[in-house]
């Protein structure tokens, strides 16, 4: 018998299963996604500050307000699909 391949649709459903399984097995939430955590505030921390020449305080303050910017911006492109699927766009 020949194997069909996937739609994309029928791609992301096996995406989606293996995703919810694993999370079934997953004891510690939080402990499994630490590394992204930490990963994303270092990323917020050298854009804030290339030349490593803040104070940490410092660096903390702007890596903040950039990670406030980062999900403000996500907020408003949010605001802007879910405004445009109401008025019957894409």
Do not use: C
């Amino acid at each position: 018998m020949t194997k069909m391949k996937m739609t994309p649709a029928e791609r992301r459903l096996r995406a989606r299963i293996g995703a919810h399984t694993s999370w079934v097995n997953t004891e510690n939430r939080s402990a499994r996604t630490l590394p992204a955590r930490l990963a994303l505030e270092a990323k917020f921390e050298r854009e804030a500050d290339p030349d490593n020449k803040l104070t940490p305080p410092e660096r903390a303050r702007a890596a903040e307000n950039l990670r406030k910017a980062h999900y403000a911006r996500m907020a408003l492109r949010s605001a802007q699909v879910r405004r445009q699927r109401a008025m019957g766009g894409v």
